[in-house]
């Protein structure tokens, strides 16, 4: 059995929340407001500031979903694909994608693992030569979705579906490595063998110096 890396998102691999910073391609579209475009800017300051408790992260996640009723999962790949080049890449942090490219070098696959929707990360983890991604489900009726979630990936979620991944391919978390900036990801960070604290908030950065672990610092930009 081998081992693998798994990269949080937000704030490990991107600087900001990948939610977040497509809010303004989504009023483009039409499908949020201006008010609705503000309280995501004020929700960004505080997750900078502040770091984001559990609880946050899942109402952020559902109001994302609301946002989506009636679209197409179709539709929400081409939005993202369209923003990948002006809204997100330069976003993403050069460090862990060299970071991601030593472990496939040793040959442990890599994967995206975050709070974000599935079709979001599926195009990151695509743009970004790694091997896969597992992201929040949302559920889809005739074709579009209905708001609602069939499989949230924050806290424990998170986890859980990292050991789903583990024990589908056959892959030794006891040798793999996980890097997050959340002590909210402590469970995701207890999955693996090599838990590395990323850009850690006050809560991660007390956990990891009781318990030794690694803490990384990434600043430059993967365009630099």
Do not use: C
Request: glycine share 8%; no cysteine.
């Amino acid at each position: 059995m081998r081992g693998a890396a798994f990269f949080d998102l937000d704030r490990t691999l991107l600087r900001r929340s990948s939610s977040l910073a497509l809010a303004a391609p989504f009023r483009r579209r039409g499908l949020i407001n201006r008010r609705a475009l503000l309280r995501a800017a004020l929700w960004q300051a505080l997750f900078v500031a502040r770091g984001a408790s559990a609880e946050a992260v899942r109402r952020a996640a559902e109001e994302g979903l609301g946002v989506l009723r009636g679209m197409t999962p179709d539709e929400l790949r081409e939005l993202v694909a369209e923003a990948l080049e002006p809204v997100l890449r330069p976003l993403v942090y050069r460090e862990p994608v060299v970071l991601a490219r030593g472990h496939q070098e040793r040959g442990e696959p890599v994967f995206i693992v975050s709070a974000a929707l599935q079709e979001i990360v599926d195009e990151l983890a695509r743009d970004l030569a790694f091997d896969g991604a597992i992201g929040t489900v949302a559920e889809v009726a005739g074709g579009r979705y209905t708001g609602r979630t069939l499989h949230a990936r924050h806290a424990v979620g998170k986890a859980d579906a990292v050991r789903e991944l583990a024990a589908a391919e056959g892959l030794d978390l006891a040798a793999s490595t996980a890097y997050s900036d959340s002590h909210t990801d402590l469970p995701f960070l207890e999955a693996v063998g090599h838990p590395v604290a990323v850009n850690p908030d006050r809560g991660l950065r007390r956990i990891a110096a009781e318990r030794g672990w690694p803490v990384l610092r990434f600043r430059t930009a993967h365009a630099a």
